[in-house]
């Protein structure tokens, strides 16, 4: 079966510090992966997508990076955080096959919850 | 204008209490739709996904969309204080979508709603 891990689980960081949150995924091969911000209150906003090693495409201008450095691995990055980076990140994975119905599932890690001071 | 919109709530209800959650959305290319449930501090998990107009039941929950108005329902019957969660509608993208991955798989985006907080007290 199909696992997907994010760490750390909470994290307080002071503004400009550097961020690096990681997720991976067990269980799968050559998944689409995803990270999303979930602020306070709102839904989820899809920050970057990556559907192969080193392929990442993001989805909205900011302060953060993506890097998918092996196929199963997915890595959240910031040279210097922001207040507004404050946030609950999500990792995903989908199976790569072809769309529809129960493919489209994306299965969501636990999660990481990150305030910036 | 949003592609999907939801009335964010919070909506409380007593147990046992038919609940009624609602998306609208204004891309015409969406083809089906899935209901997402996330606990407090947790994941998303996927609820149920539906195709079409009409109806689908699954047990206590009813997901019903209607693409002439563009507006997807979900229906808790009887509900339960384990049904309080945040509920988001997720329509993926069409897998006729541009661009697409080489091979004729897709991105699998979904675009999340901003999500109904439920609470069911006892």
């Known amino acids: 079966s199909q696992t997907i891990h994010q760490w750390p689980a909470t994290l307080v960081q002071p503004v400009g510090s550097p961020l690096s949150l990681e997720c991976t995924v067990e269980g799968t091969s050559n998944p689409n992966l995803y990270w999303y911000r979930q602020a306070a209150g709102r839904g989820l906003q899809l920050l970057f997508y990556?559907?192969?090693?080193?392929?990442i495409s993001s989805e909205v201008p900011q302060n953060l990076s993506a890097s998918r450095p092996q196929d199963r691995q997915f890595i959240l990055s910031s040279k210097k955080l922001l207040l507004s980076d404050s946030g609950f990140y999500l990792c995903?994975?989908?199976?790569?096959?072809?769309?529809?119905?129960?493919?489209?599932?994306?299965?969501f890690g636990p999660g990481t919850r990150l305030t910036v001071l | 204008q949003k592609e999907v919109e939801q009335d964010p709530g919070p909506l409380s209800v007593p147990e046992g209490a038919i609940v009624s959650l609602n998306c609208t959305y204004s891309?015409?290319?969406?083809?089906?739709f899935m209901w997402y449930r996330q606990y407090s501090r947790k994941g998303p998990e996927l609820l149920m996904y539906?195709?079409?107009?009409g109806n689908k039941e699954d047990g206590r929950f009813t997901a019903q969309v209607d693409k002439s108005s563009k507006y997807i329902s979900l229906f808790i019957r009887d509900s339960q204080p384990s049904d309080s969660a945040t509920y988001l509608c997720?329509?993926?993208?069409?897998?006729?979508?541009?661009?697409?991955?080489?091979?004729?798989?897709?991105?699998?985006?979904?675009?999340f709603g901003q999500g109904t907080i439920l609470t069911v007290h006892p």
């Open positions: 539906t195709y079409s107009s």
């Open positions: 997720a329509p993926p993208e069409s897998p006729w979508a541009t661009p697409r991955r080489a091979g004729g798989t897709s991105y699998g985006k979904l675009t």
């Open positions: 891309n015409s290319a969406f083809q089906y």
């Open positions: 990556s559907v192969g090693i080193g392929q």
């Open positions: 995903a994975w989908k199976s790569p096959r072809l769309a529809g119905g129960s493919t489209d599932t994306q299965y």
